[in-house]
């Protein structure tokens, strides 16, 4: 290619298999997270769980899947390379989810555990090797906008498929849409092998210093510490922090913050005000990550029990023709109505009828309610999962532009800035779902699915404020030696604000009045927002001593 065509490419040659690799795998993930809960409390053919039981198990399960990052990026750095831990990481992760179809606990466990390794050698060395074709003259100003056209790639495939899982399982059923997952990981694996070659710039392995800690050291003074932290936590009485998997995974995250805030103290004075930074923006934005994940717990549970999905007329039609909605008989009849919706569960010796998934025509107004015998026509569930990254891919592009708009006129605002305004629109949108909440009577009615739909759209854009943004400050403020490491740090903070949507949607059922549910989680970002406000200045200067923006 001569320079002047060189000169002329907006973005690496790389972008578009990137994209495309990351759709598919998201595609999968967001398949099988999408319809994870939902399976775990369904009772005829999941694990019949309660919701507290589902949200504990979902939450520890997408925490272990992004805290693995941290030593799967630390392996790509020093040792196998980006490209080679990306395909790896691909096929445990596409045969963990196939392994999903068998009706097991103990190989559902083995599953998890497939997914939450490949995640570990996929998810953030994607993302930095994106970085590091960034990197050069050439596309260093357009590394923002880079991480956005990718992020919309990761959306493109959570959007997508939620219609595939929906129409499979009422189709063909939960097994299948399980194995769709895995199909969709290995169509990413493959489309990256296809592009391998336009990677080779930005597959470097980083030298280690005298500073660095081999990985026999961080294996004995970090990692097995922090296994040997977790069965502690597992095995002590009387739960501290609810139960025993979020005892375990909080004693065992101590080790690895510690290693972490080390990395502070031995680097070079040059490295450590921008690894401060870094560090202060992973503590801020737990609280975003453990509002924002409660989209597959929380609000999954609204949308299934309190959102009114009933389709009618021409529009319950086209649904049912394309499987994205199936058909519910209404009983007068409870006992009838409720039966296969209970679980036997002994409690001190005895036997006990447990409540376990609410009917959907529970809290109907009686005016509403169809005949007795008459068919209802649901929307799927799973669908109010593809409404977040619906409006990503409606808003990206507007995003873009309003910033590729100011930094033409050079009032484009710094990375940190951004962040900051994520975080505080994100809260608001936990306002509209107070205002769903008073607008339901409290649940005791059905709630518009515009209450959703606004709330995702809201919060969406405090998404694409902060989430891109965070890994392009990554990206930009790491140290060149440690880069995927510190990225495994931004994945970090992503676990354990993932652990905490988690812990927080296990008091859902704990809550009367459901409106304060989402007042602690208001009041909770709003602490982190007041923090990063405060910060800004600081943060701002470090960006302007490395030299971005």
């Not at 997408?62 to 990052?69: D, H, M, S, W």
């Not at 990718?150 to 959306?155: A, E, H, P």
């Amino acid at each position: 290619m001569s320079e002047t065509a060189l000169s002329n490419r907006k973005h690496p040659k790389a972008l578009p298999y990137l994209f495309l690799s990351e759709m598919w795998e998201r595609f999968g993930y967001y398949l099988m997270i999408g319809i994870f809960l939902l399976y775990l409390k369904n009772v005829e053919h999941g694990f019949a769980m309660t919701n507290r039981e589902a949200s504990d198990l979902y939450g520890t399960f997408i925490a272990l899947v992004f805290l693995t990052p941290f030593i799967g990026g630390l392996l790509a750095d020093r040792y196998f390379g980006y490209r080679k831990s990306i395909i790896a990481g691909g096929i445990m992760m596409g045969i963990g989810y196939c392994l999903m179809a068998v009706h097991s606990l103990p190989v559902l466990y083995i599953s998890m555990t497939l997914v939450i390794l490949g995640n570990g050698f996929f998810k953030p060395n994607i993302s930095t090797l994106l970085g590091n074709l960034y990197s050069t003259p050439e596309f260093e100003k357009r590394k923002d906008e880079g991480y956005n056209i990718f992020y919309m790639g990761i959306n493109v495939g959570a959007f997508i498929c939620n219609f595939f899982s929906a129409a499979i399982i009422i189709i063909w059923g939960w097994k299948y849409a399980f194995v769709a997952a895995g199909i969709g990981m290995f169509v990413g694996v493959l489309i990256f092998m296809t592009g391998t070659k336009h990677y080779a710039s930005g597959d470097i392995r980083k030298p280690m210093t005298k500073e660095d800690m081999s990985f026999m050291r961080i294996l004995v003074t970090i990692l097995l510490p922090s296994v040997v932290a977790g069965i502690l936590g597992w095995i002590i009485p009387n739960n501290i922090f609810g139960s025993d998997s979020n005892d375990a995974f909080i004693f065992a995250c101590i080790p690895v913050i510690y290693f972490y805030a080390s990395l502070y103290f031995r680097a070079e004075a040059s490295e450590r005000r921008p690894i401060a930074a870094l560090l202060a923006i992973f503590a801020a934005v737990i609280m975003f990550w453990a509002v924002f994940k409660q989209n597959g717990t929380a609000l999954t549970i609204w949308a299934d029990n309190y959102t009114n999905r009933h389709v009618t007329g021409e529009a319950g039609k086209v649904f049912k023709s394309v499987y994205l909605a199936e058909e519910v008989a209404y009983k007068k009849d409870s006992v009838t109505l409720y039966d296969a919706q209970f679980r036997i569960q002994k409690k001190d010796g005895k036997a006990l009828k447990e409540y376990n998934y609410p009917p959907y025509f529970k809290n109907v107004k009686p005016e509403e309610l169809p005949a007795d015998g008459e068919k209802a026509m649901l929307w799927s569930t799973p669908l109010s999962q593809s409404i977040n990254p619906g409006w990503v891919i409606l808003l990206t592009p507007l995003v873009v532009a309003f910033f590729a708009f100011l930094r033409k006129r050079k009032k484009e605002p710094s990375t940190p800035t951004k962040i900051a305004f994520g975080l505080l629109i994100t809260a608001i949108s936990v306002l509209v779902m107070v205002g769903a909440v008073y607008a339901c009577n409290n649940g005791s009615e059905k709630a518009s699915t515009w209450w959703l739909i606004m709330t995702y759209g809201v919060v969406t854009i405090g998404e694409l404020l902060l989430s891109p943004m965070g890994l392009s400050l990554v990206s930009k403020l790491s140290p060149v030696r440690i880069t995927s490491l510190m990225m495994g740090g931004w994945f970090l903070a992503t676990s354990i604000g993932n652990k905490l949507s988690g812990l927080l949607a296990t008091l859902w059922d704990g809550y009367e009045d459901k409106a304060n549910f989402f007042w602690v989680n208001f009041a909770l970002l709003m602490v982190a927002t007041v923090i990063i406000f405060a910060m800004l200045k600081w943060l701002n200067k470090i960006m302007k001593e490395k030299g971005v923006n």
